[in-house]
């Protein structure tokens, strides 16, 4: 069955850096985008970054542009969030989501990892 | 603030039926067909409930439907039950600069 594993969230300073890594199983990786996806303690769902399937295209939230960087290792089966300058606001659980639809991404996460909570404290 | 508003809250007693609205713009909602549904009970992740606007996954019970006119995409709940109270959000492409956006979410009681 499709699984959605998170690691690597925790406490980190105010401008500090910190990487979330998504280990993939059930399905194959290769053929699906994948993103992530976060929500900060009792608020709703903020879309954070695609990457393709091939890793050929990503896109970013204006709110992580130029901070967040995602990528994959299909070979590996795992998704990564390299997050740079983080600031209280990215306070959130992260989730990492598959696509559900093979090939061009659609924006539907159909399978959810269990989250992993990043804090930024000043 | 969200890119799509939703009610904060809507309830229905069981066996009653509720409609959640999702509402945004041309850019969104109303420039394409890819909206989809999450319900979220607390301390769990998400589950998609509809994509295509309409499109119901397999599990989903027929008692979900979902549709959209113009900027606003709607989720009915026909026959409420108890394990229907749950967190629910709305989602759409916005194009290739904005990408995703969710709405506000909307906490549905089953009084």
């Known amino acids: 069955q499709v699984q959605l594993v998170e690691s690597g969230g925790g406490v980190v300073q105010l401008g500090r850096s910190l990487r979330l890594s998504c280990a993939a199983s059930g399905f194959t990786l290769s053929s699906y985008g994948m993103h992530w996806v976060r929500q900060a303690p009792g608020k709703g769902l903020e879309w954070v970054a695609l990457v393709w399937y091939d890793g050929s295209k990503k896109y970013y939230a204006d709110s992580v542009k130029g901070r967040f960087t995602i990528s994959r290792d299909n070979s590996k089966n795992t998704l990564y969030l390299q997050m740079n300058s983080l600031r209280p606001e990215d306070t959130a659980v992260y989730y990492c989501a598959r696509d559900r639809v093979p090939g061009t991404p659609r924006y539907y996460f159909d399978y959810w990892g269990q989250g992993t909570l990043v804090t930024v404290s000043s | 603030q969200s890119a799509l508003t939703q009610p904060r809250s809507v309830s229905g007693s069981p066996g009653q039926s509720v409609t959640i609205s999702c509402t945004g713009s041309s850019s969104d909602v109303g420039g394409y067909n890819y909206v989809s549904w999450y319900q979220q009970h607390p301390g769990k992740a998400p589950k998609l409930m509809f994509y295509d606007v309409t499109k119901r996954p397999s599990g989903v019970p027929g008692r979900f439907s979902g549709s959209k006119s113009g900027n606003t995409a709607s989720l009915s709940i026909s026959g409420l039950q108890a394990e229907d109270e749950a967190d629910y959000y709305c989602?759409?492409?916005?194009?290739?600069?904005?990408?995703?956006?969710f709405g506000g979410g909307t906490k549905l009681t089953v009084l």
């Open positions: 989602c759409s492409y916005a194009g290739n600069s904005t990408f995703g956006v």
